[in-house]
């Protein structure tokens, strides 16, 4: 019955609401079965029946000859909608109130009466209910080729040649571009671009030198090769590479574990060598695994190393490269091979006897020098020359000051004569058979995700600053070419370094071409520089390397973390202190396996949440933190926030059925109105995030929907996303449902289901 009587304004002044279209539903509670299979009404006070039991495994359909049981008339509700979808309120009569003719007889805008029980105030019309619309039939082909674009090419690498009117020639270019990124900031290179690449070239080369030099003497290679390793890799990577900032080199993590993981099985000092050939048959393994990964575009296998994982990790590798140059600080010479906490603490304690002074004060007093050279730069980003030069500085200080003291410094470690000249071919020395092969495979892969991982955060960080994308995939290729070629002449793993990246993006760099400037730096250092390091102390290159590593120890990030996830806090310190107290490789494996973890928790245990209605709104959201959102009587409202999928389908139907159990026994204690209808949100874009589902989840949707025809209560699928539409049009799962089981918006099926309850 449609009407506007005057008594009902009461309700919009109530609720501040405009006046629009209500409908105030008067309804008995029937007797009916809840969720458990026991009798339930709308009465307030404890519940008669025991604890309700969750029913297991499927449940038969309701007879079809089952007749609505009699109205329950001690228990009456009205509830007010707003044809909108908005709820507006409910009170409770102790007796069905009558209905009231329309003002003048009977007329009305749209006039209507009868015994039902309903009041309907409608100031405007109808709200349209849309239809929730199939998706377009997609052949096979199409889906396959349009999921492996997205899985292996989601950041469209080939959308330059889709441009229009291009002439082949220009497609051709195009292609060559992608290959080889030089070609594109050749084309508009100028002489202020490579003033600027000129200079972040030598200021990044000032720091390559002692870095090579200090990294090698991590890895346990002769120091020598840490130069060469910073001469041919940069100019490889200025050809493929696609980052303008990349500072190409050595990096602590890489070296850290060929250090550890190699010296376990040969020594570096009896078997020299073969060491070395270990050394360059990791590389080998290392940059296969590398460009492997980018071919193929896999890259998305590195994003399983968290920041979680990778905060924990590089802490617990700094303290390790920390403990390592322990030796360099006091001199020692008969030193433990093991990489563990308490074994080099035991091994420093035990040759107490090796330890000079005077190494300690020059490896404290250069290693305060480059703290402070550090601390300069943070607080002030245009003194980044600072801390750049600092280690070249240092070098060159502490030679002077042993070659001048050398007849009182004679206990003092030096470097030694460096060979001369460019790198010597090391084909020949590729280790392919024999024992030791598996172990530089293990630290290969080892060496070469980290470094890769290391490579590519620092280059997206660079990008991101300057507003510019690099392709992660390109990247794995370049950086991979250049360990492969690198293995060929006489370099270990290297990739892009944070301290070396970031000066030379301080330092102005434009292009790639820096790197160029840096090698052609080091090449000098090779072809005359090289008698000037006889005297070079070991105890600077200690300095050096603590310098450099510190700062991988980031306690701020492990306190956000303990703030923001204590799952990911745990995830880091198990990184952390299983590289700390078991191995590198160890620690690592467990923090990625507690990360797969945590992922399949949250497959298999996805969030459900109550929506409820924000007043004068069609907006639903989470009745636990939104404190205005208002519960609407008959209705429960519920969120899933996954994908429904095998692991997590009988889960989810536990737990959607202990909600209705849980809102039935609140119903009973408060005595609002009985549950008549839940609406499931699926629509994977407002709090939901239901973006697929397998057979089992429809399967799961099959039970829930019986169990919910047994309790009499009406099940609400709202707007599923296109690939959960056609895999329930296709399941015939649809055709379960009646003409009100499918709707577009939460607003639309509260609406259309509450006006179906006046007839």
Known sequence: MVNTPPPEKHLDEQHHQPQSSIASIDFYTPLRLSIDGTPRAAATGPSPTNQPIIPEGPIPLPPSSRSPPPPFPEAHHAITISNNGSFLGSHNHPSPPPLRPPPGGGGGKKGGGGDNGINVIDDCAVEEIHEVCHPPHVSLWDKLRGRLNEIFFPEDPFHVFRKRNQSPATKFVEAVQYVFPIIGWLRTYDFDVFRSDLIAGLTIASLAIPQGISYAKLANLPPIIGLYSSFVPPMIYAVLGSSRHLGIGPVSVASLIIGSELSQSVSPDTQTELYVSLAFTTTLFAGLLQTGLGIFRLGFIIDFLSKATLTGFMAGAAVIVILQQLKGLFGITHFTKQMQIIPVLKSVIHEEKEWTWQTVVICLSFLALLLVARQVSAK????????????????????????????????????????????????????????????????????????????????????????????????????????????????????????????????????????????????????????????????????????????????????????????????????????????????????????????????????????????????????????????????????????????????????????????????????????????????????????????????????????????????????????????????????????????????????????????
């Open 380 to 759: 002030k980003p245009k003194l980044f020359w600072v801390s750049a030069l600092a280690p070249l500085t240092s070098v060159i200080i502490s030679t002077l000051v042993v070659f001048i003291l050398r007849s009182k410094l004679q206990k003092v470690a030096t470097i030694g004569k460096l060979p001369e000249g460019v790198n010597p071919s090391s084909l020949h020395k590729l280790y392919f058979h024999g024992p030791y092969l598996s172990v530089a495979i293990k630290t290969g892969i080892l060496a070469g995700v980290l470094s890769l991982t290391e490579g590519i955060a620092v280059g997206r960080t660079c990008a991101s600053m300057n507003n510019y994308q690099i392709d992660g995939n390109k990247e794995m290729i370049a950086i991979g070419a250049m360990n492969v070629c690198g293995c060929l002449c006489s370099c270990y793993v290297v990739s892009g370094g944070f301290a070396r990246s970031a000066v030379n993006y301080n330092a102005g760099a434009k292009t790639a071409f820096s790197n160029v400037v840096m090698a052609l730096a080091i090449l000098i250092t090779l072809l005359f520089l090289m008698p000037l390091f006889y005297y070079t102390p070991n105890a600077v290159l200690a300095a050096i390397i603590t310098s450099a590593v510190i700062g991988f120890i980031d306690v701020k990030a492990a306190y956000n973390l303990w703030k923001l996830d204590k799952l990911d806090f745990l995830i880091s310190m198990c990184s952390f202190f299983g590289v700390l107290f078991i191995s590198v490789p160890i620690g690592l494996a467990i923090a990625v396996g507690i990360s797969l973890l945590k992922i399949i928790l949250n497959v298999s245990r996805p969030f459900t949440s109550e929506l409820g209605n924000i007043p004068g709104t069609r907006i639903y959201r989470n009745l636990s933190c939104y404190n205005n959102a208002r519960r609407v009587p008959a209705f429960l409202i519920l969120t899933i926030e996954s994908p429904i999928y095998f692991a997590n389908s009988m889960y989810l139907q536990e737990r959607i059925i202990r909600w209705i159990r849980e809102e039935e026994q609140r119903i009973q204690e408060t005595g609002d109105a009985i549950l008549k209808c839940v609406i499931l949100d699926i629509t994977g874009t407002n709090c939901s995030s239901v973006t697929n589902i397998d057979s089992s989840g429809i399967e799961m949707l099959y039970q829930l929907k019986r169990t919910m025809d047994r309790s009499l209560l009406h099940l609400v699928l709202v707007n599923p996303v296109a690939i959960v539409m056609e895999r329930l049009q296709n399941s015939k799962f649809l055709a379960t449902f009646d003409a009100r089981g499918l709707y577009l918006t939460i607003g639309e099926a509260v609406s259309d289901v509450s006006s179906s309850w006046r007839n």
